[in-house]
């Protein structure tokens, strides 16, 4: 009997992308770069700006993922111009293509890393980093950290530690003040800062 193994499709890894056609570029594959399958991670060859399956251990820059190829190409012997997605896309990892030596779960998960935004989407953990700042989605917690300012909402309440807090302009962290306070059981004033 004879065994058929269907390849992936192009796109089919595309959950959505933004309008138009700006998720989208026109890439080449470098020669040599062999058989490219529709969804496999691209990485841009810094000397070239051509673009080859993402290995973590190039130097060349196309160790950096870059692109992912929404159509196959054959680049053995010559260069093959493909369509990309370059930004602004949700994909799915479970139909992406990596080259061999990212054989490991958080090799994969650095994958997912376009410019200063790396995003890692696995069972219980949605979370977003955009340079220093990152928010990050749990069953128990939703936290936002942004320098030294973490926030993070849970069943417990909402946590703020650093910076401080402002509400209409006005400080209503633990160090407010308040104006007009009258020994005893009187109420205070509006905070002063």
Same mark, same amino acid.
């Not at 770069?33 to 691209?42: D, S």
């Not at 370059?86 to 990212?102: F, W």
């Given at each position: 009997?004879?065994?058929?193994?269907?390849?992936?499709?192009?796109?089919?890894?595309?959950?959505?992308?933004?309008?138009?056609q700006?998720?989208r570029?026109? +890439?080449?594959?470098?020669?040599g770069?062999g $058989?490219?399958?529709?969804?496999?991670?691209?990485?841009?060859?810094?000397?070239?700006?051509k673009?080859?399956?993402?290995a973590?251990?190039?130097?060349?820059?196309?160790?950096?993922?870059?692109? +992912?190829?929404?159509?196959?190409a054959?680049?053995?012997?010559?260069?093959?111009?493909?369509?990309?997605?370059?930004?602004d896309?949700?994909?799915?990892?479970?139909?992406?293509?990596?080259?061999?030596?990212?054989?490991? !779960?958080?090799?994969?998960a650095?994958?997912?890393?376009?410019?200063n935004?790396?995003?890692?989407?696995?069972?219980?953990?949605c979370?977003?980093?955009v340079?220093?700042?990152?928010?990050?989605?749990?069953?128990?917690?939703?936290? $936002?950290?942004?320098?030294?300012?973490?926030?993070?909402?849970?069943?417990?309440?909402?946590? +703020?530690?650093?910076?401080k807090?402002?509400?209409?302009?006005?400080? +209503?962290g633990?160090?407010?003040?308040?104006?007009?306070?009258? !020994?005893?059981?009187?109420?205070?004033?509006?905070?002063?800062?």
């Amino acid at each position: 009997m004879t065994v058929l193994v269907e390849t992936r499709h192009p796109g089919e890894f595309i959950l959505s992308e933004a309008n138009g056609q700006r998720s989208r570029e026109a +890439i080449t594959i470098a020669s040599g770069a062999g $058989i490219i399958a529709a969804g496999t991670v691209l990485g841009k060859i810094t000397a070239t700006g051509k673009y080859v399956a993402s290995a973590v251990g190039a130097s060349d820059g196309s160790q950096t993922p870059a692109a +992912i190829a929404i159509y196959g190409a054959d680049a053995s012997s010559a260069d093959a111009p493909v369509s990309a997605i370059v930004r602004d896309a949700e994909v799915n990892g479970n139909c992406l293509t990596y080259h061999a030596d990212r054989d490991q !779960p958080a090799e994969k998960a650095a994958a997912n890393t376009y410019g200063n935004v790396t995003a890692t989407i696995k069972d219980g953990l949605c979370e977003v980093v955009v340079g220093a700042a990152s928010l990050k989605l749990t069953s128990a917690a939703v936290t $936002i950290k942004v320098g030294g300012v973490n926030v993070e909402v849970s069943g417990a309440g909402v946590a +703020i530690t650093g910076g401080k807090v402002t509400h209409d302009g006005k400080n +209503i962290g633990s160090t407010h003040l308040h104006g007009g306070v009258v !020994p005893g059981g009187g109420l205070t004033d509006v905070p002063a800062n």
